[in-house]
């Protein structure tokens, strides 16, 4: 069965600081799909990133970055100079590459950014 | 969420009563996902369509539970004899044009059972 843990349940950090948020999965599957969504407090689930499971390198997009390691289950998420907007909830999630290709969701994890 | 309207976006009923949700995509998708958010909880997944069939309902929790898709388009979720445990943000799905398997959410339903 596929599982994503999201150990860390709330973070708070103050402007300007680097946060990572911790994601470890598990899958029988030997392709798969990664994805980071983040629920801002208006509600709605926006969308930041797939990955692959052939594809290991590390992505960055402006001052998010992702770390997928294969050999740790694990894809990580930082956020570099963090700001008050980027205040929300963060969920990582699993998806099986055939089938109805759900998405296998963590518990979330709320980061919160203080001026 | 772009191109998934749900309806209503508030519903309060009393337990034991039958409600509805409704889930409208825009057209040309006929993959459709309906999840289930508590209070502080991350998504559940309750059922999948291709096109009007469900070929993957594993999510829905109890017989209470129901839903079906017509034209391909509008979905309905059907949640008979409510408890107060189904209470929760209803949300639902279509995938993107952003690649494999990434879904685009609505702005749920949310569902209080008293």
């Known amino acids: 069965a596929q599982k994503v843990t999201q150990a860390q349940t709330e973070i708070s950090v103050v402007e300007k600081e680097d946060v990572t948020l911790d994601c470890v999965y598990e899958t029988r599957d030997t392709t798969y799909y990664l994805f980071w969504y983040k629920q801002p407090p208006s509600g709605e689930l926006v969308f930041l990133i797939r990955r692959n499971s052939f594809d290991e390198q590390n992505e960055i997009s402006g001052r998010y970055s992702w770390n997928f390691q294969k050999s740790t289950s694990s894809f990580n998420f930082t956020i570099t100079a963090s700001q008050v907007v980027d205040s929300a909830v963060y969920f990582c999630?699993?998806?099986?590459?055939?089938?109805?290709?759900?998405?296998?969701f963590g518990k979330g994890t709320k980061l919160t950014v203080n001026p | 969420g772009a191109g998934v309207s749900q309806s209503p976006s508030n519903k309060v009923t009393e337990k034991g009563k039958d409600v509805e949700l409704r889930c409208d995509p825009i057209?040309?998708?006929?993959?459709l996902y309906w999840y289930r958010q508590r209070l502080g909880q991350g998504l559940e997944f309750l059922i999948y369509f291709q096109g009007n069939s469900a070929p993957d309902k594993s999510g829905l929790p109890s017989d209470r539970f129901s839903a079906e898709r017509t034209g391909e388009s509008v979905s309905t979720l059907t949640i008979q004899r409510t408890q107060q445990e189904d209470s929760a943000v209803y949300l639902c799905a279509r995938k993107t044009e952003h690649g494999a398997n990434v879904l685009t959410f609505g702005a749920g339903s949310r569902l209080t059972v008293l």
């Open positions: 999630a699993l998806s099986e590459s055939a089938g109805s290709e759900k998405l296998v």
């Open positions: 057209s040309g998708h006929t993959a």
